[in-house]
């Protein structure tokens, strides 16, 4: 059975529409991603799951449990769930130890099993040794910790994670991420994990779903949404992909042959012989071309990224196309002329050339 399933969901604000028909599952034990832009809707999903907002149609269920419907909900505390917080939202007058017991005391569990738990969830985030500290003696990474072991000591099935490494410094967002994979393969819970973050959700999700004005564009693992996006928003969204319009001049399942600007090119893909499309080109799979093949472009910048240098460089004749490549040698001048080779591409399945 499906940890949490989706069923015609949709959330209204007044006139403003938040969630728009969302209907997915997800399975038990996954590690789930919401990916969006502010405002995409991922938020607000979370909090319907939490049980802090109720849907204005469609049902949510947990395990076997419908949790809320259009006739009602399950209160959040009788979901089962846990929750790490942007904030972390600790006490500051508490220890650390008594910050992840408290919503145990609030339970009334004994004293020896709540004591257990504490110290094995402290455990599970090595911080065993700060149980007496207190929140303002923490690192921001430490505190989002004792924030995420006070969520594993309630032992819940589901774990929702609303962008819980905002607040840190790359270096320890970087830690963290490695903490989350630990913890979700050790405790075996489910997680969903709201970001903005492409590289987080990437890193971490099993499955990531991207979201756009209150719809999921796309569900799919994270390999999957970088090599083969359906829409032109996962296209830009994930891993910043150019979309550009194409010809297709030899059709296919697989691989076909088209037109870029009057150069051919290669692509991924299945489409019929004669149909204009999108087609998504990364970086890193272009080129600079040391012969007469390619497409005619010039040179208008370049940025130094440390192995490589990023070039922007528009087809000749086509100032308001613009293509980024990755160039490892020394750049060439700008306003140079220079051939464009396309290694690699992917015809969009929905949405054309408009």
Wanted: hydrophobic share 40%.
């Amino acid at each position: 059975m499906a940890s949490l399933e989706f069923k015609s969901l949709s959330k209204t604000f007044g006139a403003h529409t938040a969630l728009k028909n969302i209907d997915f599952s997800v399975a038990k034990g996954e590690f789930l991603a919401l990916l969006g832009p502010s405002g995409c809707g991922k938020t607000t999903l979370l909090r319907l799951i939490a049980g802090f907002e109720s849907p204005t149609t469609g049902r949510i269920r947990i395990g076997d449990t419908i949790v809320a419907d259009e006739t009602g909900i399950i209160q959040p505390e009788k979901r089962g769930i846990g929750m790490v917080f942007q904030s972390y939202a600790l006490w500051p007058h508490m220890t650390v130890a008594d910050n992840v017991g408290f919503a145990l005391r609030l339970r009334r569990l004994p004293k020896q099993e709540r004591e257990k738990r504490v110290n094995d969830a402290l455990q599970l985030v090595s911080l065993g040794a700060m149980a007496e500290r207190k929140p303002h003696q923490l690192s921001g990474g430490q505190r989002q910790r004792v924030a995420l072991a006070r969520c594993l000591a309630m032992r819940p099935s589901v774990i929702l994670l609303d962008e819980p490494l905002a607040n840190l410094d790359a270096h320890l967002r970087e830690t963290m991420q490695e903490e989350f994979t630990r913890l979700h393969r050790e405790t075996g819970a489910t997680f969903v994990y709201v970001t903005h973050d492409q590289t987080e959700a990437m890193a971490l999700a099993d499955r990531v779903a991207v979201m756009s004005d209150g719809r999921i564009e796309q569900l799919a693992a994270p390999r999957h949404l970088y090599s083969e996006p359906e829409t032109e928003m996962v296209a830009k969204f994930v891993g910043s992909g150019m979309v550009c319009p194409v010809e297709v001049l030899e059709g296919g399942a697989g691989q076909v042959k088209a037109s870029l600007n009057g150069s051919p090119i290669l692509l991924r893909g299945s489409a019929v012989t004669g149909e204009r499309r999108l087609a998504c080109l990364r970086a890193p799979d272009l080129a600079l071309s040391t012969g007469d093949e390619g497409l005619p472009c010039i040179v208008e910048t370049h940025s130094y990224r440390g192995p490589v240098t990023t070039l922007a460089v528009t087809p000749q004749g086509d100032a308001q196309t613009s293509f980024r490549v990755d160039h490892a040698g020394p750049p060439p001048a700008v306003g140079s002329p220079v051939r464009l080779l396309v290694r690699d591409g992917w015809l969009l399945s929905k949405g054309g050339v408009k």
